[in-house]
């Protein structure tokens, strides 16, 4: 039994890790990292042909988006995790892959014109449709018999509809040991869902640690907040633009923008408009409302139960095509503006940061985490300009935060987690936040409460069995030149996937091939496997 760790080690996106158990090569999660880089990540020590199974805590794109990257590398495993983690991946894994060719073509448009070499996207969307064909889903509290040796078990952790601790039962060798994957630890109190659920036992734990180095503080009165925010915006003439997280976060909104209409709380503008300008949010809002029973919190169920959908309301407006974004800041009545993405990396959001941010009347409101190095991060600590589709944008609206609205547990809602085990596991992870905060909470684990906590670097593999270090990985900042290599590398990935798809196409191509092009088709076959190892 060994655990590898490759992605989300003193940083907060990428989250991956590697698992070998009873003969069987298990990833936990499969995560895109988003914004710089701070330090590089392993590659999956193996063949991606030979995992077995991926387990995958929630459908973020930091935990799930480089499955089809792992697909058109030739893995065919299957994939285990909740149905609305299951429902929710298959539209996030479609738009993260048509997001990789909308900016292939882009960028490949400048190349030619600079003479410059083709960008290859990360994958295709090809191979989002071919790796959601592997999820295999379950309920919450749910036992599976994964195979010999091997049990799961997935509780609601109340970060995301869906999301979920995994316990990974292992007995091998007449050793047997669990380890439990946190996944993201939610907080307490959040609309729709359910506060976290706590595990009992485990023999080792890897735990995030996002917000382990602060207080959200006291529950803030989102609704009186929000409220003010868009009283004083729209009595200034301006526009709120909100840039939300598609999945999770906009229908958080959604149910706070509800009440606030619900009770006119925005006097003389009751009637304002509400945009969600993402096709995303829109397909994630309709899952939402299809998956109620076991996933919504009371409160929530008693309004459905009253007929009372917690995320509609009148004067809410979807914009599904691009014409219909384009229109919004046509509009010059206040509105909020909801859009995703919610770091202001992609997407729709940009071009209403165009069109808003210069003007004084505006408010750009953050309502969730903005990882180092994105745009809205800059935003946050106070750029004076940016840089938006080439053209220099001043910053001139008003950027506020919604304190305190997180989907991540802070320091004591980690803590109350963790002490939940009715004994300290023989070690702990700490995994999933920025390099400060990852050390800090780390050290509060040793010298306040007594855990064997370490904080490990990606590559950093331990025996499970004898609890022992047996590769120590090393801090590695992640460097243009490592950037490029990996470009280069994910580049012959898509070469390798095409040699293997062209020998699925003369396979099945009854007619017969000519003989020269299954030769070299063969060729290609045999090089990617070398390479793959």
């Not at 199974?53 to 973020?60: G, I, K, R």
């Not at 601790?165 to 907080?187: C, H, L, R, T, Y």
């Not at 009440?259 to 939402?288: C, M, Q, R, W």
């Not at 994105?374 to 589709?389: N, W």
Request: glycine share 8%; net charge negative.
């Amino acid at each position: 039994m060994q655990l590898t760790f490759l992605g989300a080690t003193h940083e907060v996106t990428g989250s991956c890790f590697y698992l070998e158990a009873c003969g069987k090569h298990i990833l936990i999660d499969c995560g895109l990292e988003q914004g710089p880089d701070e330090y590089q990540n392993q590659e999956i020590p193996v063949s991606v042909s030979e995992i077995d199974y991926v387990l995958l805590t929630h459908a973020h794109i930091d935990h799930s988006g480089r499955l089809p990257l792992l697909y058109g590398r030739g893995f065919r495993g299957e994939i285990h995790t909740t149905g609305a983690t299951a429902d929710l991946c298959d539209i996030m894994l479609r738009d993260s892959a048509h997001i990789q060719m909308f900016e292939a073509e882009w960028r490949n448009r400048k190349a030619k014109r600079a003479g410059r070499e083709e960008y290859v996207p990360l994958y295709d969307m090809e191979d989002a449709v071919g790796v959601l064909k592997l999820f295999r889903s379950y309920e919450y509290g749910e036992i599976i018999h994964l195979c010999e040796g091997i049990r799961i078990r997935f509780t609601d952790v109340g970060h995301l509809l869906g999301s979920a601790s995994i316990e990974v039962w292992m007995e091998e060798d007449g050793a047997s040991k669990k380890i439990v994957f946190s996944g993201d630890i939610g907080n307490f109190n959040q609309p729709l869902i359910r506060d976290p659920q706590y595990i009992k036992d485990a023999d080792y734990v890897v735990m995030e640690s996002t917000y382990g180095d602060r207080s959200h503080g006291s529950p803030p009165d989102y609704v009186t907040e929000l409220s003010h925010i868009i009283q004083t915006t729209f009595d200034r003439g301006g526009n709120v633009v909100i840039p939300s997280f598609a999945v999770g976060r906009t229908q958080e909104l959604l149910y706070f923008l509800r009440i606030i209409k619900e009770k006119g709380l925005v006097k003389g503008h009751e009637n304002f408009p509400v945009y969600v300008d993402s096709p995303l949010a829109v397909e994630a809002t309709n899952i939402f409302n299809e998956n109620v029973q076991g996933y919504f919190d009371e409160e929530a169920l008693q309004l459905v139960s009253q007929g009372i959908n917690p995320i509609a309301f009148d004067g809410l407006n979807v914009s599904v095509t691009s014409d219909e974004s384009k229109a919004i800041n046509f509009d010059k009545k206040p509105k909020v503006i909801l859009s995703a993405s919610g770091m202001c990396e992609a997407g729709r959001i940009k071009h209403h940061l165009k069109h808003n941010l210069w003007r004084p009347e505006c408010t750009v409101l953050f309502v969730g985490y903005q990882a180092l190095g994105t745009l809205g991060r800059a935003l946050q600590e106070g750029a004076q300009t940016v840089k938006l589709f080439g053209e220099t944008i001043e910053v001139r609206a008003h950027i506020e935060r919604l304190e305190g609205i997180s989907g991540h547990a802070d320091k004591q809602g980690l803590l109350h987690w963790l002490q939940a085990f009715e004994k300290h596991p023989q070690r702990v992870f700490v995994v999933h936040g920025e390099n400060g905060v990852c050390e800090a909470f780390t050290e509060c684990l040793r010298a306040e409460y007594h855990y064997d906590a370490v904080a490990p670097y990606s590559g950093t593999s331990y025996d499970l069995i004898k609890n022992i270090c047996i590769n120590e990985g090393v801090k590695t900042p992640a460097h243009k030149e490592k950037a490029a290599a990996q470009r280069s590398s994910d580049m012959f990935a898509r070469l390798m996937a095409a040699g293997k798809r062209l020998m699925t196409v003369i396979g099945h191509n009854e007619g017969g091939a000519n003989k020269d092009l299954a030769k070299f088709a063969d060729q290609i076959h045999s090089l990617c496997d070398k390479w793959d190892r």
